[in-house]
């Protein structure tokens, strides 16, 4: 059983940066993990942000933080990180790390996921 901790949120002025990691415990590093980073701002559904597979290779971002936003992980370590740059008042919310060994098929999709973590607070100021 997989389990995800979020850290590295924070506050931080627009136009700051923040990385974000998810340390996963569980993890059986000859799988094939599907991971994504979430994020949920107050009053708004839950969003696919950015996301990777264990394998390397590709990397899917939402349209409105490509460009800014960087996903990345050091399997070495069990870490999933996500680089923020150019952060603006709406990237603010509680952003969550997901797995799920296997392939997910749409993985900006949080449905697809299996396993979550706790959750990391984003908050940019104007």
């Known amino acids: 059983q997989v389990q995800l901790v979020e850290s590295g949120g924070g506050s931080v002025q627009a136009g700051g940066s923040l990385r974000l990691s998810c340390v996963a415990s569980?993890?059986?590093?000859?799988?094939?993990?599907?991971m994504g980073w979430f994020r949920q701002a107050p009053g708004k559904e839950r969003e696919g942000v950015a996301a990777t597979f264990t394998s390397g290779g590709s990397a899917y971002y939402a349209d409105h933080v490509k460009g800014r936003f960087t996903i990345s992980r050091d399997n070495t370590k069990n870490t999933l990180y996500l680089q923020m740059d150019s952060l603006k008042p709406e990237d603010t919310g509680l952003y969550y790390c997901?797995?799920?060994?296997?392939?997910?098929?749409?993985?900006?999709?949080?449905?697809?996921?299996?396993?979550w973590g706790q959750g990391t607070q984003v908050t940019v100021s104007s």
């Open positions: 569980g993890y059986t590093y000859s799988s094939y993990y599907s």
């Open positions: 997901a797995a799920r060994r296997g392939h997910v098929i749409q993985p900006l999709k949080g449905n697809g996921y299996n396993t």
